[in-house]
């Protein structure tokens, strides 16, 4: 038997998640708009290879979303450790069977300073798309498992890791 979804909750809030939990894939909401207010709201939008418009469209991310069955969502409060959570969750969750495990962080990458758009991107097994490029409604998909999140740029930051 492979890691649990529980295992890798627990271990989520001994790296310094704030709330971690296993949730149903098909509680995760995709929505057209958070793209727009990617495009037209973020300072971020197009200056690196995980952000839109290189990220996935929202009805690539839905398309996807239907070959998992669950996820760990986590909360932490800064997004690069969001980023780093999402990293090292998804590699145990490899490590302990589950092949398709994939770790979606927060905010733009800041691996590289500056991203080279011309170029495939040079850490592909580290950088990887927040849940918002993505076209992830975050605040719908935190209501929908009882938590709640501030609307403004004050508060916890989100992260998923996908699991089948
Ligand atoms: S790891 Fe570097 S090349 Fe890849 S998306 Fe991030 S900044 Fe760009």
Same mark, same amino acid.
């Given at each position: 038997?492979?890691?649990?979804?529980?295992?890798?909750?627990?271990?989520?809030?001994?790296?310094?998640?704030?709330?971690?939990?296993?949730?149903?894939?098909? /509680?995760?909401?995709? *929505?057209?708009?958070?793209?727009?207010?990617?495009?037209?709201?973020?300072?971020?939008?197009? /200056?690196?290879?995980?952000?839109?418009?290189?990220?996935?469209?929202?009805?690539?991310?839905?398309?996807?979303?239907?070959?998992?069955?669950?996820?760990?969502?986590?909360?932490?409060?800064? /997004?690069?450790?969001?980023?780093?959570? *999402?990293?090292?969750?998804?590699?145990?969750?490899?490590?302990?069977?589950?092949?398709?495990?994939?770790?979606?962080?927060?905010?733009?990458?800041?691996?590289?300073?500056?991203?080279?758009?011309?170029?495939?991107?040079?850490?592909?097994?580290?950088?990887?798309? /927040?849940?918002? *490029?993505?076209?992830?409604?975050?605040?719908?998909?935190?209501?929908?498992?009882?938590?709640?999140?501030?609307?403004?740029?004050?508060?916890?930051?989100?992260?998923?890791?996908?699991?089948?």
């Amino acid at each position: 038997m492979g890691v649990q979804p529980s295992e890798l909750a627990a271990v989520a809030g001994e790296l310094g998640a704030s709330v971690a939990r296993v949730i149903p894939a098909d /509680s995760v909401q995709v *929505a057209e708009w958070v793209r727009w207010k990617c495009r037209w709201g973020c300072p971020h939008y197009g /200056s690196n290879l995980v952000c839109p418009p290189y990220a996935p469209a929202p009805g690539e991310t839905a398309r996807l979303l239907r070959e998992y069955r669950e996820a760990l969502l986590f909360l932490a409060d800064q /997004s690069w450790r969001v980023r780093y959570l *999402a990293g090292e969750l998804e590699r145990l969750a490899l490590a302990g069977g589950h092949p398709a495990a994939f770790g979606m962080g927060a905010g733009p990458c800041g691996l590289c300073s500056p991203c080279d758009l011309a170029a495939p991107c040079r850490h592909p097994h580290t950088a990887r798309p /927040s849940l918002e *490029a993505c076209g992830i409604d975050v605040f719908s998909t935190v209501a929908a498992n009882g938590l709640e999140l501030p609307c403004g740029p004050e508060g916890p930051r989100v992260g998923l890791v996908l699991l089948r």
